[in-house]
């Protein structure tokens, strides 16, 4: 009897997937008229979303594109987390996703991160709002003024970190490079300093980033919930320092200090206080995240090249030698102009592939290159498989900074930071803090690492933290 219930269950559940599988697929059918990508969507309601994220977390994880690439080409269908996708490791086709605006395509996220960044997050609106709150921030990061502020506060931050750096100690440099990036950050968005506010921050913003790819079930005990109730947290404190600013009159006529006088300086009624609080928490996820990261694989690239590395500290030792020698402090343009340091940076960018692509979606049908998107259904600029595409790169595997020397980082085959109206308004900031951070390792230590690996999903990070066995420079030598 036991069995015949087993039976009689499993044909109903069976039942029910093809029947949703196939109202599924009449929903999505395109027109027969319509040229869609070859590709497949795969099995009922996962579609290919399984084998996608086991390809992932392997060690090659743009097998995935690979083997569909062979068989359909650099532009193919195929339906992952949800939803029928376009996926798209073509350069040019990518790069006309990322400059189309809102009529065309929107962004598109999984389910628990939109709900972790709500309606009026930065990375969700659209349109005029968008390109306002987008502006504001690009244009003061951009600013001399703050890249001197940046510059100033990153030296503080890594004299305090490496000053308790002790030789033949192993150092797990994306620990270290985290808590710089994270208050470094924090500081530019609301001048918060160290001190029990920030730890709390820190804790809870802990809390919130761990919660961004979760399972989305908001429920007491859920990942997910849990994340929400540390931002809501977090808001609380942003809007109570919203609350003191507002109350130091006139508030116009001061000059900008941070992202959040920026934005509470601006006098457009849709600048809102809850938008700009919950924005500062989002605005926060590049100094625990990209940021830091990006210091700690141009750390590692640089362990497994020592060409590239004698280079690097020749560079930074001769700059700094000379500004001793005239008595005078590094500024953010000196950090910049060390021109090796900057292919370093770059090359890490290209073969690190921090952010591995953007997903859009289509508001109408467009089509692209003899491809058709159907309206509402989403594209997946996939960037790591274009950056490694050997046809745009010679060795793409191979870690060498030289081969930009003479190549345009402009080019629609490389777009570490995104590009159109949603380029990252932190993409100098970044570089700088980079340069910063290497400046000073490389002229104050030698080290050696031990062996370890990146992971790449769900985001990029070492395995073992990258962890290096320093030793204090005695001289500039």
């Not at 590709?39 to 995935?64: N, V």
């Not at 921090?354 to 997946?380: L, N, S, T, Y």
């Not at 790591?384 to 060795?395: A, C, F, G, K």
């Amino acid at each position: 009897m036991d069995n015949l219930w087993i039976v009689l269950w499993t044909a109903i559940l069976l039942s029910t997937i093809v029947l949703l599988y196939r109202i599924n697929r009449s929903r999505i059918r395109p027109s027969p008229s319509s040229s869609l990508p070859l590709g497949t969507l795969g099995w009922p309601l996962i579609g290919e979303t399984l084998e996608f994220i086991s390809c992932a977390y392997s060690d090659r994880p743009e097998s995935f594109m690979e083997r569909r690439c062979r068989m359909y080409g650099k532009v193919f269908k195929s339906h992952i987390f949800g939803s029928p996708t376009i996926v798209s490791i073509d350069a040019e086709v990518s790069k006309f996703v990322l400059q189309s605006d809102s009529k065309a395509f929107v962004p598109s996220y999984p389910k628990s991160l939109t709900e972790l960044m709500g309606k009026s997050s930065i990375l969700l609106i659209n349109g005029s709002l968008q390109r306002r709150v987008h502006g504001l921030i690009g244009a003061f990061f951009k600013s001399p003024l703050m890249k001197d502020q940046i510059a100033r506060e990153m030296e503080n931050y890594i004299h305090i970190s490496m000053a308790s750096w002790r030789d033949h100690r192993p150092i797990f440099i994306q620990d270290e490079a985290k808590n710089i990036a994270f208050q470094v950050l924090v500081k530019a968005l609301i001048s918060l300093d160290p001190g029990e506010e920030m730890e709390f921050l820190r804790k809870q913003f802990q809390e919130f980033i761990s919660g961004l790819m979760s399972l989305p079930v908001n429920i007491p005990g859920t990942r997910l919930h849990k994340s929400l109730q540390a931002k809501k947290k977090m808001v609380k404190l942003v809007e109570k320092i919203i609350k003191e600013r507002r109350n130091i009159k006139p508030f116009s006529s001061k000059v900008p200090g941070d992202v959040l006088d920026v934005l509470l300086n601006d006098t457009s009624e849709l600048l809102t206080d809850a938008l700009i609080s919950d924005n500062m928490i989002d605005l926060m996820i590049p100094g625990e995240d990209s940021v830091p990261v990006l210091m700690t694989l141009a750390v590692k690239y640089l362990s497994d090249c020592p060409a590239a590395l004698l280079q690097l500290t020749e560079e930074n030792i001769k700059l700094k030698s000379l500004k001793d020698q005239r008595g005078e402090t590094m500024s953010w343009s000196d950090y910049l102009s060390l021109s090796f340091t900057q292919t370093v940076i770059t090359e890490t960018l290209r073969l690190g592939n921090v952010i591995i692509g953007v997903m859009r979606k289509a508001m109408k049908d467009v089509e692209i290159k003899g491809h058709r998107i159907p309206k509402g259904w989403c594209v997946f600029a996939y960037f790591r498989s274009v950056h490694l595409d050997e046809t745009q790169y010679d060795w793409p595997y191979q870690f060498n900074p030289w081969r930009w020397q003479d190549k345009d980082i402009s080019s629609c085959s490389f777009t570490p930071f995104g590009g159109g109206q949603r380029l990252c308004p932190g993409l100098d900031l970044a570089r700088l803090e980079t340069s910063i951070f290497l400046h000073h390792f490389v002229t104050q230590f030698r080290w050696m690492a031990e062996d370890d690996s990146i992971v790449n999903f769900p985001t990029v990070r070492m395995k073992r933290r990258m962890p290096v066995w320093v030793k204090r420079r005695r001289d500039h030598s």
